[in-house]
């Protein structure tokens, strides 16, 4: 158990749709990341948020949206969802701003 | 843009045997390599490595890194099945602090 919480663990929605993912990060990580794991493809980065603000941006789509609340837990936000986005979404965190990261166990989502 | 390249993408193997896994990476201002193992959900992490020609050791596995040459390798020895996984090897560059991951390489150890 990495001590990154992912909910929920699977999801089946239809096209067009909006789901929201939630990651609750390792006790006293600041760090929060969000990779997407294709069947065909690596984890992508899709962004990285550090205590409250956003750090890094990868190649995530206008239809995603993520924020990071005080709290330091962060949610992935995906709306006008399209067969395509059907995918594993990890959450991952770490201490700061750079080093090891410790993965959630992922959010399954299918689109129908 | 940070680039991973692993290889093999897969590989299959017997109990016993030693594999070596490589993995070639381009990244501005290099800051660390880091290998991870995925099974069926969460990848966990294994090493990461910074400085060159500096060998970790976890148990039968070990790692090592080239800055020079640009490349780590992971070495399993005496495969067993439960090392059956994709093996993600990642860099952080300093320009950022996110990691970059390859795709993984596939290792099947069959009994």
């Known amino acids: 158990d990495s001590g990154v919480t992912q909910t929920p663990k699977h999801l089946i929605t239809a096209t067009g749709q909006r789901v929201t993912l939630r990651c609750s990060p390792r006790?006293?990580?600041?760090?929060v990341y969000w990779y997407q794991q294709s069947l065909d493809q690596g984890l992508q980065f899709l962004i990285q948020?550090?205590?409250?603000?956003?750090?890094a941006k990868g190649n995530i789509l206008e239809r995603f949206s993520a924020q990071q609340f005080p709290d330091l837990h962060s949610e992935l936000n995906l709306s006008s969802l399209e067969l395509g986005d059907s995918a594993l979404y990890f959450c991952?965190?770490?201490?700061?701003?750079?080093?090891?990261?410790?993965f959630g166990e992922g959010s399954r989502l299918t689109v129908l | 843009e940070d680039k991973v390249v692993q290889s093999p993408l897969s590989l299959v193997v017997h109990e016993g045997d030693t594999v070596t896994l490589n993995c070639s990476y381009e990244?501005?201002?290099?800051?660390?390599l880091l290998w991870y193992k995925q099974e069926k959900k969460a990848p966990t992490f294994l090493f990461m490595l910074?400085?060159?020609?500096i060998e970790k050791k976890s148990g039968r596995l070990s790692s090592i890194l080239d800055k020079k040459e640009l490349f780590s390798i992971l070495n399993i020895t005496a495969t067993q099945t439960g090392d059956s996984a994709v093996y993600l090897c990642?860099?952080?560059?300093?320009?950022?602090?996110?990691?970059?991951f390859g795709e993984g390489t596939q290792l099947t150890v069959n009994p």
């Open positions: 990244v501005t201002n290099f800051r660390s």
């Open positions: 991952a965190s770490s201490v700061a701003l750079a080093g090891e990261l410790f």
């Open positions: 948020y550090y205590n409250g603000e956003e750090r």
């Open positions: 910074t400085s060159s020609g």
């Open positions: 006790s006293g990580d600041l760090s």
């Open positions: 990642a860099v952080a560059g300093t320009s950022g602090s996110r990691l970059t």
